[in-house]
């Protein structure tokens, strides 16, 4: 029986109990005579609102499904679409593709295999058909909702198969080439599915129970499945009276949130009942919620502050209430109540879907009897809370603090050009590298030029961006029949809100395709062995053939014309289909007669593609010549490249071998044409070479109506083989393999611990991290080179410069290579001195003296470092509290830790961790005999298992037995955290490790550990 709580009632009673403020920024219907019912609601990354569901038709035959587009800004409709046919149809989910498309799924009876099958529609953006697809068999089939992958552009489409006979949920993995697999889960045991959402590998599905010998019936299951479609994990939710699920949503650090309905708990008849979960689907709490009469829980989403909102039905507005109004909740991150609302008539309305906005506001959809054009009508609304975040700050920042990083653009076509008709996307990371969450993020796209017959969204929305948090950003493009070859120049900026944070620029490269053509690369005659009994040897002509166009050549032969007294011998020269860019041979072989009396002969070979010529080449052939094999003629394309560096002649260009990373190309164009740098294409691996080239174009006298031009390179080799070749207008060099070994690497570790009064560990945090580095030499390094400064007479401030300096100077002398790895740690003080520059303290600093003695990080750390070419780490624990741990943090305190972070982000060529972020400082316990940052790095490098307070383990690695210093960044933030949050509870602020670094840096291994 459930206990009626006198808080619940007062809670019912008093809706608008917080004093938080709560707008409606915009309410509206859409529909008309008919009835329209909503299911479910996105907004799309261009900001339109989608909503889809069905509505029943005027002209009585049956329902349709139905796609309402609204303006998300003022909830204006755009366009509403109905899909059908003569039977019943209806939409249960909806999702956006990375091309910028709408993956729609629901249930059809007008076509299919069976009384009703499952139903995929995909529309544009402006809700216009794309294509249809039905699935399923003889019985009744449905999905009820859908999630994307956009990493795999794989769709996850969820639903019922045969009603449930023979597998309760039902799972197709679905990609634009078709299915991937089609899979069924569970035997009786589900007895329906009331939500889909992401599960970071694959998808979580829950609904209520069916009795079975798993559980009891109405009860809450949830089910993870992973995108290779093995079943992962089940969970239950319920006590011994009815329990039905609503929906499930994924949150940003991976818990899931559930709503549902419970008559076990609460103040009324029926409770909306939320839960959540950690990320195995272990429940870390629970909450029902509502009045003294039914309430029901049918969506849920998560807020931009962490909290949480539900949305349902509830009778419980009003005593007696006779019909349903749509029932809004708001809790915080661990459940307890914020605020509630009801809106609607006298008649039954429902909020069925609720999501964020990209600028924080709720977007409710549902259906609505009180108000529209019809008997019932979808339903829109916005809310707007008072505590969403504003980007009006950052207008003073952003010219001081960079905020935010672009990576290099993509386009996803298989060889990076737009053609037309393509309907594709771009993409890029966006990464917030500074300290502040940065609200209504968007990306702003604009063409410069070349733009004709090329469409890409203008804006693309990612919402709320955490500090210190990468986003990928995919932006649809798409390419009209009129697309014409050339340049499309981009413009993209980073905004947050209307203010600008950064921008970049990129090409995207046109092409219209060309049909097939086969033109002749290469040619060669050779004089074969002559045979016993006959007067002349035979000749063959080898013909080699390169299809520069975009498309398939069919039925391509290649034709030989020869003069009377030559014989035809034998002749390979039908060559059929040939691929774009694809190369194919012919072969001929003839013979002189004795009725043929020159000493020279032209031969014409005719190119044929579908019956078509294509080309005709005459060749004019020397009978006498004693060489035996011989190449010449008038041929087009018969371009010669020769490698004069590394000569071909001289070396064995199949088997070189180099430890520069650089190697140098230079070749020498035969040809009769001219050419341009455009016409030379360089290759590694098959991939095309993009960067500097130089062409160095000298003609010399013709010789038989050839030019020559000398073409000159830098490649940038990868580590290992490296098969190189140039194509110039489909003519190939011959390859050249390149075996690149880096030198070995060597890890140069510099420790430095000052010693101070007030604080016991820096000296000790020092020894400890040079000593963790002893055992790795022979493994991830060939040696080790370790400098210690833990001592009072060597960490003075001249002894400290001086060992930076030192490592400049073994730079410069070739102590440290290039590929060497420099790790340079230090425990210590800091103040922020003189003309706001940020200073270490050395050992016997004396206050006395201001910072005339310290040590400037900028001058004396930074910039000798700077000097030096090989990967660079520097770990910073410069931002003490003492050895007891301060009850306050001062401002001195944390401005230090702030100077220390913006020095470093400014810091080019270097990665640099801190000990804590801005705002922040570092502690020291005795539990611990070191620094925190020290004892989480030293756990990281025992690689030691943890347990958080959830009960699950983490540590640095699981994937092999290498640290990189992502991992270790990883693991410090969680660990750091851990360790404050325990051993000093009292503690003034918390302390959480900040890194600025770059991608490359952050995928170098840096530590083997012990066990093998």
Same mark, same amino acid.
């Given at each position: 029986?459930?206990?009626?709580?006198?808080?619940?009632?007062?809670?019912?009673?008093?809706?608008?109990?917080?004093?938080?403020?709560?707008?409606?920024?915009?309410?509206?219907?859409?529909?008309?005579?008919?009835?329209?019912?909503?299911?479910?609601?996105?907004?799309?990354?261009?900001?339109?609102?989608?909503?889809?569901?069905?509505?029943?038709?005027?002209?009585?035959?049956?329902?349709?499904?139905?796609?309402?587009?609204?303006?998300?800004?003022?909830?204006?409709?755009?366009?509403?679409?109905?899909?059908?046919?003569?039977?019943?149809?209806?939409?249960?989910?909806?999702?956006?593709?990375?091309?910028?498309?709408?993956?729609?799924?629901?249930?059809?009876?007008?076509?299919?295999?069976?009384?009703?099958?499952?139903?995929?529609?995909?529309?544009?953006?402006?809700?216009?058909?794309?294509?249809?697809?039905?699935?399923?068999?003889?019985?009744?089939?449905?999905?009820?909702?859908?999630?994307?992958?956009?990493?795999?552009?794989?769709?996850?489409?969820?639903?019922?198969?045969?009603?449930?006979?023979?597998?309760?949920?039902?799972?197709?993995?679905?990609?634009?080439?078709?299915?991937?697999?089609?899979?069924?889960?569970?035997?009786?045991?589900?007895?329906?599915?009331?939500?889909?959402?992401?599960?970071?590998?694959?998808?979580?599905?829950?609904?209520?129970?069916?009795?079975?010998?798993?559980?009891?019936?109405?009860?809450?299951?949830?089910?993870?499945?992973?995108?290779?479609?093995?079943?992962?994990?089940?969970?239950? +939710? #319920?006590? $011994? &009276?009815?329990? @039905?699920?609503?929906? *499930?949503?994924?949150?940003?650090?991976?818990?899931? !949130? %559930? =709503? /549902?309905?419970?008559?076990?708990?609460?103040?009324?008849?029926?409770?909306?009942?939320?839960?959540?979960?950690?990320?195995?689907?272990?429940?870390?709490?629970?909450?029902? +919620? #509502?009045? $003294? &009469?039914?309430? @029901?829980?049918?969506? *849920?989403?998560?807020?931009?502050?962490?909290?949480? !909102? %539900? =949305? /349902?039905?509830?009778?419980?507005?009003?005593?007696?209430?006779?019909?349903?109004?749509?029932?809004?909740?708001?809790?915080?991150?661990?459940?307890?109540?914020?605020?509630?609302?009801?809106?609607?008539?006298?008649?039954?309305?429902?909020?069925?879907?609720?999501?964020?906005?990209?600028?924080?506001? %709720?977007?409710?959809?549902?259906?609505?009897?009180?108000?529209?054009?019809?008997?019932?009508?979808?339903?829109?609304?916005?809310?707007?809370?008072?505590?969403?975040?504003?980007?009006?700050?950052?207008?003073?920042?952003?010219?001081?603090?960079?905020?935010?990083?672009?990576?290099?653009?993509?386009?996803?076509?298989?060889?990076?050009?737009?053609?037309?008709?393509?309907?594709?996307?771009?993409?890029?990371?966006?990464?917030?590298?500074?300290?502040?969450?940065?609200?209504?993020?968007?990306?702003?796209?604009?063409?410069?030029?070349?733009?004709?017959?090329?469409?890409?969204?203008?804006?693309?929305?990612?919402?709320?961006?955490?500090?210190?948090?990468?986003?990928?950003?995919?932006?649809?493009?798409?390419?009209?029949?009129?697309?014409?070859?050339?340049?499309?120049?981009?413009?993209?900026?980073?905004?947050?809100?209307?203010?600008?944070?950064?921008?970049?620029?990129?090409?995207?490269?046109?092409?219209?395709?060309?049909?097939?053509?086969?033109?002749?690369?290469?040619?060669?005659?050779?004089?074969?062995?002559?045979?016993?009994?006959?007067?002349?040897?035979?000749?063959?002509?080898?013909?080699?053939?390169?299809?520069?166009?975009?498309?398939?050549?069919?039925?391509?032969?290649?034709?030989?014309?020869?003069?009377?007294?030559?014989?035809?011998?034998?002749?390979?020269?039908?060559?059929?289909?040939?691929?774009?860019?694809?190369?194919?041979?012919?072969?001929?072989?003839?013979?002189?007669?004795?009725?043929?009396?020159?000493?020279?002969?032209?031969?014409?070979?005719?190119?044929?593609?579908?019956?078509?010529?294509?080309?005709?080449?005459?060749?004019?052939?020397?009978?006498?010549?004693?060489?035996?094999?011989?190449?010449?003629?008038?041929?087009?394309?018969?371009?010669?490249?020769?490698?004069?560096?590394?000569?071909?002649?001289?070396?064995?260009?199949?088997?070189?071998?180099?430890?520069?990373?650089?190697?140098?190309?230079?070749?020498?164009?035969?040809?009769?044409?001219?050419?341009?740098?455009?016409?030379?294409?360089?290759?590694?691996?098959?991939?095309?070479?993009?960067?500097?080239?130089?062409?160095?174009?000298?003609?010399?006298?013709?010789?038989?109506?050839?030019?020559?031009?000398?073409?000159?390179?830098?490649?940038?080799?990868?580590?290992?083989?490296?098969?190189?070749?140039?194509?110039?207008?489909?003519?190939?060099?011959?390859?050249?393999?390149?075996?690149?070994?880096?030198?070995?690497?060597?890890?140069?570790?510099?420790?430095?611990?000052?010693?101070?009064?007030?604080?016991?560990?820096?000296?000790?945090?020092?020894?400890?991290?040079?000593?963790?580095?002893?055992?790795?030499?022979?493994?991830?390094?060939?040696?080790?080179?370790?400098?210690?400064?833990?001592?009072?007479?060597?960490?003075?401030?001249?002894?400290?410069?001086?060992?930076?300096?030192?490592?400049?100077?073994?730079?410069?002398?070739?102590?440290?290579?290039?590929?060497?790895?420099?790790?340079?740690?230090?425990?210590?003080?800091?103040?922020?001195?003189?003309?706001?520059?940020?200073?270490?303290?050395?050992?016997?600093?004396?206050?006395?003296?201001?910072?005339?003695?310290?040590?400037?990080?900028?001058?004396?750390?930074?910039?000798?470092?700077?000097?030096?070419?090989?990967?660079?780490?520097?770990?910073?624990?410069?931002?003490?509290?003492?050895?007891?741990?301060?009850?306050?943090?001062?401002?001195?305190?944390?401005?230090?830790?702030?100077?220390?972070?913006?020095?470093?982000?400014?810091?080019?060529?270097?990665?640099?961790?801190?000990?804590?972020?801005?705002?922040?400082?570092?502690?020291?316990?005795?539990?611990?005999?070191?620094?925190?940052?020290?004892?989480?790095?030293?756990?990281?490098?025992?690689?030691?298992?943890?347990?958080?307070?959830?009960?699950?383990?983490?540590?640095?690695?699981?994937?092999?037995?290498?640290?990189?210093?992502?991992?270790?960044?990883?693991?410090?933030?969680?660990?750091?955290?851990?360790?404050?949050?325990?051993?000093?509870?009292?503690?003034?602020?918390?302390?959480?490790?900040?890194?600025?670094?770059?991608?490359?840096?952050?995928?170098?291994?840096?530590?083997?550990?012990?066990?093998?």
């Amino acid at each position: 029986m459930k206990n009626i709580s006198t808080v619940c009632i007062l809670l019912m009673l008093g809706f608008g109990l917080a004093a938080q403020t709560v707008e409606i920024n915009w309410d509206q219907t859409f529909g008309e005579r008919s009835d329209e019912v909503i299911t479910q609601s996105l907004e799309a990354s261009n900001g339109t609102f989608i909503s889809v569901g069905y509505t029943t038709s005027v002209s009585g035959k049956g329902q349709d499904g139905l796609i309402a587009i609204l303006d998300t800004r003022t909830g204006q409709k755009i366009r509403m679409t109905n899909i059908g046919g003569n039977k019943d149809e209806r939409f249960d989910g909806v999702a956006q593709t990375n091309q910028g498309t709408f993956l729609v799924v629901g249930t059809t009876s007008s076509s299919g295999a069976g009384k009703k099958d499952g139903w995929l529609i995909e529309v544009d953006a402006q809700g216009n058909k794309i294509q249809e697809k039905t699935f399923g068999g003889a019985g009744d089939d449905a999905f009820k909702g859908i999630t994307y992958d956009p990493e795999t552009s794989t769709a996850f489409l969820v639903g019922q198969r045969d009603g449930g006979s023979g597998g309760d949920i039902w799972v197709v993995s679905w990609k634009e080439t078709g299915v991937e697999w089609n899979k069924r889960f569970g035997k009786k045991a589900y007895r329906n599915i009331a939500g889909v959402t992401d599960g970071g590998d694959g998808i979580v599905v829950v609904g209520t129970t069916s009795k079975s010998n798993l559980r009891p019936a109405d009860d809450i299951y949830m089910v993870k499945i992973k995108s290779s479609g093995e079943e992962d994990w089940v969970r239950f +939710f #319920g006590e $011994r &009276d009815y329990e @039905e699920a609503g929906d *499930v949503k994924r949150m940003p650090n991976g818990d899931y !949130i %559930l =709503v /549902g309905t419970t008559n076990a708990q609460g103040s009324g008849r029926l409770d909306a009942w939320l839960l959540r979960t950690d990320q195995q689907g272990y429940q870390k709490w629970n909450r029902p +919620f #509502g009045g $003294r &009469d039914d309430d @029901e829980g049918l969506s *849920v989403a998560a807020t931009y502050d962490g909290g949480i !909102i %539900l =949305v /349902g039905r509830s009778r419980s507005h009003a005593p007696n209430a006779r019909a349903n109004k749509a029932y809004v909740v708001k809790v915080d991150a661990g459940g307890t109540l914020e605020w509630q609302r009801f809106y609607g008539g006298s008649r039954d309305d429902e909020a069925t879907a609720v999501l964020l906005s990209h600028d924080g506001r %709720l977007l409710i959809s549902g259906t609505v009897q009180s108000k529209g054009a019809g008997n019932k009508d979808g339903w829109a609304m916005a809310l707007r809370e008072g505590s969403i975040p504003s980007a009006d700050m950052l207008v003073s920042m952003k010219s001081s603090i960079e905020m935010v990083r672009m990576s290099p653009v993509e386009l996803h076509t298989h060889d990076q050009k737009l053609k037309p008709t393509d309907q594709t996307y771009l993409s890029l990371r966006v990464d917030n590298v500074s300290e502040l969450d940065l609200p209504d993020l968007r990306l702003k796209v604009q063409t410069t030029s070349g733009a004709k017959g090329v469409t890409i969204w203008e804006s693309n929305f990612v919402g709320k961006l955490e500090a210190q948090t990468p986003a990928m950003v995919r932006i649809p493009v798409s390419a009209s029949e009129q697309l014409e070859s050339g340049k499309v120049g981009l413009r993209l900026q980073v905004l947050s809100g209307n203010v600008p944070l950064a921008e970049t620029a990129a090409v995207l490269e046109a092409k219209k395709p060309v049909p097939a053509r086969l033109d002749i690369a290469n040619y060669q005659f050779k004089m074969m062995t002559q045979e016993r009994g006959a007067n002349y040897p035979n000749i063959r002509l080898t013909l080699d053939l390169n299809n520069s166009g975009d498309y398939s050549t069919r039925d391509a032969i290649i034709q030989l014309g020869i003069p009377q007294g030559l014989q035809i011998v034998s002749q390979r020269g039908k060559l059929g289909m040939v691929p774009p860019g694809g190369r194919a041979t012919a072969v001929f072989e003839f013979r002189r007669t004795a009725n043929y009396r020159s000493d020279r002969a032209t031969v014409v070979c005719v190119v044929l593609n579908q019956g078509q010529e294509q080309s005709r080449q005459p060749y004019t052939l020397d009978l006498n010549n004693p060489e035996g094999t011989f190449a010449g003629g008038q041929t087009q394309m018969g371009n010669m490249l020769i490698w004069t560096e590394p000569n071909q002649d001289e070396i064995d260009i199949n088997n070189i071998t180099t430890q520069d990373p650089e190697f140098s190309i230079r070749t020498t164009i035969v040809t009769n044409q001219r050419i341009r740098m455009a016409d030379v294409g360089v290759y590694v691996n098959d991939n095309a070479l993009e960067g500097n080239k130089e062409l160095d174009e000298e003609l010399i006298a013709p010789k038989a109506g050839f030019n020559t031009y000398t073409y000159r390179n830098k490649i940038r080799l990868k580590e290992g083989e490296n098969i190189i070749h140039l194509d110039v207008n489909g003519a190939e060099s011959r390859k050249i393999r390149v075996v690149y070994t880096p030198r070995s690497r060597n890890l140069h570790v510099v420790s430095i611990g000052p010693q101070h009064a007030d604080l016991k560990y820096t000296s000790k945090d020092a020894r400890d991290f040079a000593n963790a580095f002893r055992s790795q030499e022979g493994r991830l390094f060939e040696n080790i080179r370790l400098e210690e400064y833990t001592q009072p007479d060597n960490t003075t401030r001249e002894a400290i410069q001086k060992a930076i300096l030192d490592m400049e100077n073994k730079y410069r002398n070739g102590e440290i290579l290039d590929n060497d790895v420099l790790v340079v740690f230090i425990s210590s003080h800091g103040v922020v001195g003189t003309g706001d520059r940020f200073k270490l303290l050395p050992t016997g600093y004396d206050s006395r003296y201001g910072d005339r003695f310290t040590i400037d990080y900028q001058s004396d750390i930074l910039d000798p470092l700077n000097q030096i070419g090989c990967k660079k780490l520097i770990m910073l624990d410069a931002c003490h509290s003492g050895a007891s741990g301060s009850r306050s943090a001062t401002a001195a305190d944390t401005r230090r830790s702030e100077m220390v972070n913006r020095i470093n982000a400014s810091a080019p060529g270097l990665s640099t961790l801190a000990s804590c972020k801005s705002f922040e400082m570092s502690y020291e316990d005795d539990s611990w005999q070191n620094g925190a940052f020290t004892e989480a790095i030293l756990e990281a490098l025992q690689n030691k298992k943890i347990m958080d307070r959830d009960g699950n383990i983490f540590q640095a690695s699981t994937d092999d037995n290498f640290l990189t210093i992502a991992e270790l960044y990883n693991y410090l933030q969680r660990r750091v955290t851990q360790l404050v949050n325990q051993y000093k509870p009292d503690a003034p602020t918390g302390q959480t490790p900040y890194m600025t670094a770059d991608e490359l840096s952050m995928n170098l291994p840096l530590y083997e550990f012990t066990q093998r």
